[in-house]
Structures are given as structure tokens and as C-alpha cells.
């Protein structure tokens, strides 16, 4: 399953990558993570830099996740899980005095019963409403990066 959503925010490429690479920030962003912070010593996005990420919804949970790709004003991605599970991307493209940014995700393999029940326990949906709810997630982080990019 793959889905993306879009947003035009005025302010430089270079300055969005800048907020958006900056993992200790996400929580300022999306709706569903708290806070994340780097491990194995890395102090910055760097493809194989590692992170912890931290959400909650009805029950907290986290995620190790592994930098792809960190091309400055131009790309910032990631992957959850050991699989990988899911794969994270935004891209950046200048657009007039803006940043056009898509905002992307892959679930490479769907989960199975145990992670059907972890998610309904933890998030509070099905597996069948989980598509909807990260897309809205998305359009809401894209919002809340579009206001501190802006400001």
C-alpha cells in the first residue's frame, strides 16, 4: 500500500528539509509521534542513521527506523522496522518563492493477526480504516510543517 499527500509551503527547500530531517521535531509535526532521537551516536540525518521514534494514540508504542536518504532540499526518508515495515518519505521541489512537498508512505508487507490486534489496541481502528487515518495524519503533519516553516 502506497499514499501520498501534498502541500505548497513558502519558505525555501532547504529550510523545510531542515525542519523535516530534524527527527527531535517530529513531534511538532505529526499527530501521532511524540518525540524522536537519535542512536548509535548519530546527531543528524545521514543515510543509515539510526532513530527511536515515539507515538501514542490510545497506548504508546515505538519504532527503530533507518535513514534511506538525506539529500538537503531536496529529500528526506526513512524506514520503520526491521523489514522494513513502512517507508517514509518527503520530497522537496522548488515551486516559485515556495517548496511543493510530498509527503509518502510504503507498507511493504501488511501485518498479521498479532499486528491487526496491537493495532487496534493501540491506535483504537482496523486494519481497513488504517489507510484513511495515515493519509489524514499526513495532511495534518504537511499543515503543522506548513505553519512553523512559515512563521
Known amino acids: 500500500m502506497t499514499r501520498e499527500a501534498h502541500i505548497r509551503i ?3 527547500p532547504e529550510k523545510v528539509y531542515e525542519l523535516i530531517s530534524d527527527v527531535t521535531r517530529m513531534g511538532e509535526w505529526s499527530p501521532e509521534t511524540v518525540g524522536a532521537e537519535w542512536l548509535d551516536g548519530a546527531s543528524g540525518p545521514a543515510a543509515g542513521a539510526r ?3 515515539r507515538n501514542k494514540r490510545r497506548m504508546p508504542w515505538a519504532t527503530t527506523s ?3 536518504a538525506a539529500e538537503p532540499g531536496r529529500r528526506f526518508s526513512f524506514a520503520t522496522g526491521k523489514a522494513p515495515d513502512t517507508t517514509w518519505c ?7 518563492d515556495g517548496t511543493e512537498v510530498t509527503e509518502s508512505f510504503e507498507i511493504a508487507k501488511p501485518p498479521g493477526t498479532i499486528g491487526r490486534m496491537l493495532l487496534r489496541l493501540g491506535v483504537g481502528i482496523s486494519w481497513s480504516e488504517r489507510e484513511a487515518d495515515l493519509v489524514r495524519g499526513m495532511e495534518e503533519t504537511l499543515a503543522r510543517l506548513k ?3 512559515e512563521t
Not at 518527503?90 to 516559485?96: S, V
Open 10 to 12: 513558502a519558505a525555501a
Open 51 to 53: 532513530f527511536k521514534g
Open 66 to 68: 533507518t535513514v534511506t
Open 90 to 96: 518527503y520530497t522537496l521541489e522548488p515551486a516559485g
Open 147 to 149: 505553519a512553523g516553516a
